[in-house]
């Protein structure tokens, strides 16, 4: 498996979120990614730090988001980060995270974080209107899609999660 650098920013272009993952492979949904419990990741200028929950996750084909899958989180199974659609370098991929999360709790419900980080942001940021219409329309969508189990939120993971070690999920 090939090492993909996962380089999440906020806007403009800010240090977030940086770690390794492992290509698992790509369908029609997009590229899959294996980033096993214990993870170093650095969030900012943190310090690096291990992440405590394995996850596959899902870097779409121009789409406003990417998804991680975790099969044994305590309080979501799937988390969507709204962002800029996802760029490939090689074997790095950035995205500008926009702040705002829609997860699928553990017990099947739908719901949005940080939708005040979000209004600050647009502000402090001076978020341009259409990056704040893609957000909201892109977290829109990942709603109606959890909701209904519409792929790539109902069974499109499972075959790429089947593949991984499972204490590597834990």
């Known amino acids: 498996m090939t090492l993909v ?67 044994n989180h305590p309080w979501h199974a799937v988390y969507v980060n709204i962002g800029t659609p996802p760029e490939w370098d090689g074997n790095r991929v950035q995205q500008v995270d926009l702040d705002l999360d829609v997860v699928r709790k553990v017990d099947g419900s739908v719901a949005v974080l940080d939708e005040d980080e979000f209004a600050e942001h647009q502000v402090a940021y001076s978020y341009p209107s259409h990056l704040i219409t893609a957000a909201v329309t892109a977290t829109n969508e990942a709603i109606g899609r959890l909701e209904r189990n519409q792929e790539p939120f109902g069974l499109a993971s499972a075959p790429w999660i089947a593949e991984v070690d499972p204490e590597t999920l834990r």
């Open 5 to 71: 650098r996962v380089d999440m920013r906020k806007w403009p272009k800010l240090l977030h979120w940086q770690f390794e993952a492992l290509r698992l492979g790509e369908d029609e949904h997009g590229t899959w990614l294996h980033v096993p419990s214990n993870t170093i990741a650095k969030r900012g200028t943190e310090p690096s730090r291990p992440i405590g929950v394995g996850f596959v996750g899902l870097v779409p084909k121009d789409s406003w988001w990417v998804v991680e899958f975790y099969p």
